[in-house]
């Protein structure tokens, strides 16, 4: 069992940048591709970024290329999104998600941190 718990959102001013945090739980997380996505009210879940089983390959949305940074660390079991030049259109709840296969089938899921860009 693999459980994840984000944390680092709040609220800040357009332009501003925070750092997102995932912390996993559980022997084989080095394994596991792990994702952020995020869902703002009244619309779909969006995934913005991925990163690969041993710091493997990145994937980052279009919405967040050339301001989010997906990271992990594996000696720590922490997964990192850095967000910069934040825009108001980001605010939304953020989720951590884990894919045992690497397949793009993510079953573990964080309860989320809230992140508000004011203008």
């Given at each position: 069992q693999?459980?994840?718990v984000?944390s680092?959102g709040?609220?800040?001013q357009s332009?501003?940048s925070l750092?997102l945090?995932?912390?996993a739980s559980?022997?084989?997380?080095?394994s596991y591709c792990?994702?952020w996505?995020?869902q703002?009210p009244?619309?779909?879940?969006?995934?913005?970024?991925?990163?690969g089983?041993y710091?493997?390959?990145?994937?980052?949305?279009d919405?967040?290329?050339?301001?989010?940074?997906?990271?992990?660390?594996s000696?720590?079991n922490i997964?990192?999104?850095?967000m910069?030049?934040?825009?108001?259109?980001?605010?939304?709840?953020?989720?951590?998600?884990?894919?045992?296969?690497?397949?793009g089938e993510?079953?573990?899921?964080?309860?989320?941190?809230?992140v508000?860009?004011?203008?």
């Amino acid at each position: 069992q693999v459980d994840l718990v984000e944390s680092g959102g709040g609220s800040v001013q357009s332009g501003g940048s925070l750092k997102l945090s995932c912390t996993a739980s559980g022997y084989v997380y080095r394994s596991y591709c792990m994702g952020w996505f995020r869902q703002a009210p009244g619309r779909e879940r969006e995934k913005i970024a991925t990163i690969g089983a041993y710091a493997g390959s990145n994937y980052l949305a279009d919405s967040v290329k050339g301001r989010f940074t997906i990271s992990r660390d594996s000696a720590t079991n922490i997964v990192y999104l850095q967000m910069n030049s934040l825009k108001e259109e980001d605010t939304a709840r953020y989720y951590c998600a884990a894919d045992s296969t690497c397949l793009g089938e993510y079953t573990i899921w964080g309860q989320g941190t809230q992140v508000t860009v004011a203008s």
